[in-house]
């Protein structure tokens, strides 16, 4: 049976991973490696029948359990509590509180307007007024907005009043934004970007959390009409009450019945007597000057269970329905979420990949190649035939691959023995194919063919691009990674691999923290989810 994913799990899950993340830094990548390949083998895999192409945010579920339960015994005696434990008791806690003092709410409301001093009946005019017609006319608003929030999406956006406030709240946010940046460094500038785009980038996450509100504001829409309810039937069982009616229109008793009956429409197939005939309601009809001495109780008491249908039909089942509605949207949302983002995958690769040590315990890793693809220049027609599309992945299912694009002023200096089992750290296959990219006289499209044809044929793994750390990016770069994402797809994996400045006698260094940060800030921006910036070595 497929488990789906529940805010919890999403919480705790990138709890963990921001956990991961410092420790990597402090500790470099290997620690990680390790810690994530004993936990497959030990606590994962024994209970898998096979793990053959399991997806990655399943083996990440069964990594969050035993990542849980550590956690657990290592905080245990210091009361801290997981995100998503702190979440899920919010949650039940809002819930029935809401619940409650909607039902509250709705039984002293209820209770105030029926109560009754013997000496002239409740109004049916103020009871359908209160908890019938006022609770359609919020649900009437609800829909409106929501109705609007679709054409929006639309047509909205040509109508002149959209377009006039659309352009005034355009002009007022750059002018917020001048006057802010004029008092930032640009590394401020820069963060502050990096946190607008981060918002954006998490879209998903933020609808994990509108629909539970949505859901809040139905259940306590339940209890005030439970509490209504409640309060009328209270009032029926335990003590003698009348209903009457009476307006000021000179409505006749035949025009009252029409509307009894077009009010009753929801029910009246399946409970005819729940609504009063034309007899009743001329005899509960309420004259100013006569009193009530003339009214027969029979007539009087006959208004209670229509009133109680009213409210289960107007105001308790649209709530019942609009929760389910919400219930589902969340589910919705919860599949949304972008669980194939890069490092999930990361994590799947570090579960999953092979480890050698000096006993011996485990082996299998292939010999590391880069096959160069074929280069294709300006002068140039034919493709250069000393370059092979062979390689040890040419076999596998379905022939996917890994691309990693290197700069031309980069490309002679890389050894690709030394290069290729760095990036098996984090592709987890030894087959990637290499491009020259920024070959003087060679058009980057030109450059980036076997790409785009790897990815129209659905056989693009993911997309590598080394870069030294050391220069900032510039905007040309957020323009070719933006064509890069086009040319892959949402799904395909970008991973940026930073270098250091090269020594004399290794060019795969290590990257300056400041670099990173800068390098991971700037990139973000764009909202990717599937980018990464990851250093080729760690410190």
Known sequence: MKKT??????????????????QRRREGEDTLVKRDRRIYL???????????????????????????????????QAGEPLPGSVWGEFAVVCQWLIFFVGLLVGGGLAGSLLFYSGTAPVNVSAFIGLFVLLQLLVLGLQGLFFLLRKVRRTSLESSAVYSLLGRLLIQGVDWLRHRLQRKMSGRQRLELASFFAAGGQRREYTALLVWPAFIFAQLGGIGFNLGVLVATLSRVVFSDIAFGWQSSLQLSAEAVVRLVQVIALPWSWLLPAASPGLEQIRGSQMVLKEGMYHLATGDLVSWWPFLCCAVVAYGLMPRVALLGLGVAKSRRALERVPLTATWLRRLARRMLTPLVDAGGLETGRQTPAIVSAPDRTMDQGTWNAAASWSDPGEGTEEGRRWFILIPDELYADCPPATLAALLQRHTGTPAIRSLRYGVPGVADETSLIPLAESAGKAQLEGILFLQEAWQPPLRETVTLFRHLRRIGGDDVPILILLIGKPSARNIFTPVNAEHLDIWKKKMHMDGDPNLDILPLVQA
Request: net charge neutral; aromatic share 10%; hydrophobic share 40%.
């Open 5 to 22: 994913w529940n805010i919890k799990d999403i919480m705790d899950l990138h709890f963990f991973m921001q956990i991961d993340e410092d």
């Open 42 to 76: 030990a606590k994962i895999k024994p209970r898998l029948d096979t793990t053959d192409d399991m997806p990655a945010h399943q083996l990440a579920r069964h990594w969050l359990a035993v990542r849980r339960l550590q956690y657990a015994r290592e905080k245990s």
